[in-house]
């Protein structure tokens, strides 16, 4: 076998050298003889600098603490603003993360407000009459009471007209000027008797003995004359005389012609 392989690689190179010398033949004689030939390579030449290279190494890489702490934050929320970038040197009590508190600031600028009206109507409701008027009196926590009107208004029980309430204000302020920055909080009305004359009307039934009348159109002011005078009155089943001008017999007189 090996002397085969010999044989082969000897006949080989006998067939390169007869190749190229055809090859010379054809070309390079050519060539002398003033045929064909090969134009010459064309070469780029620039001086030899002498410089120094910089040696830098470019590389990914990712950096791990030694020291790992798990920060959470006491109330849920969105995170609005991050305030760090990783891999950078922190120190305790630096803010890392804000939340979103738009919610929450706008639920305290409304307690602030709440809390602001609270110490203005405190300071314009303070102590300001000290002696109740039959039309505007003061109470103990500093709210004001300004009353009354008188409307005929049939049965309608839950209703006061705004001409009715503004003329009630109007006096009120024209009578204490203080109350003028004060708010209205609420109004209420009711149905109350109210005689022709705007007077009581106390009287025992004449068809139903033992039954009494009695009406008017402020029980709150009258109140210690119904409990002190008139209840024993009606306890003892007769009404004294000098309770007759306040029977609707008054009311049966003829008119002047």
């Not at 090859?23 to 002498?50: D, H, I, N, S, T």
């Not at 919610?103 to 300001?128: D, F, H, M, V």
């Not at 004001?144 to 003329?167: K, M």
């Amino acid at each position: 076998m090996k002397s085969k392989s010999g044989a082969w690689a000897a006949g080989l190179l006998a067939l390169a050298v007869i190749g190229g010398g055809g090859l010379y033949w054809k070309f390079g004689r050519g060539e002398q003889q003033g045929g064909w030939a090969m134009a010459p390579a064309k070469v780029a030449v620039a001086p030899v600098q002498q410089a120094d290279f910089p040696a830098a190494l470019s590389g990914i890489a990712t950096l791990e603490a030694t020291r790992q702490v798990l920060v959470s934050a006491e109330a849920d929320g969105r995170v609005a603003r991050i305030l760090f970038t990783p891999g950078e040197r922190v120190r305790a009590g630096q803010l890392l993360v804000q939340l979103n508190d738009a919610p929450e600031q706008g639920e305290l600028a409304r307690l602030q407000a709440q809390a602001r009206n609270a110490r203005a109507l405190l300071e314009r409701t303070r102590r300001l009459l000290e002696t109740p008027l039959s039309t505007l009196r003061q109470t103990d926590e500093g709210t004001s009471l300004i009353g009354d009107s008188q409307e005929e208004a049939g049965y309608v029980d839950n209703h006061v007209g705004l001409p009715i309430l503004g003329t009630l204000a109007d006096r009120a302020v024209r009578t204490l000027p203080a109350l003028r920055e004060v708010r209205v909080v609420r109004s209420w009305a009711a149905l109350r008797v109210m005689s022709q004359d705007g007077f009581p009307i106390y009287q025992q039934s004449e068809t139903c003995p033992g039954a009494f009348v009695a009406t008017c159109h402020s029980g709150v002011t009258l109140a210690a004359a119904h409990a002190f005078k008139l209840a024993p009155m009606i306890a003892a089943g007769q009404l004294a005389d000098d309770m007759a001008p306040f029977s609707t017999r008054r009311f049966h007189v003829q008119e002047a012609g």
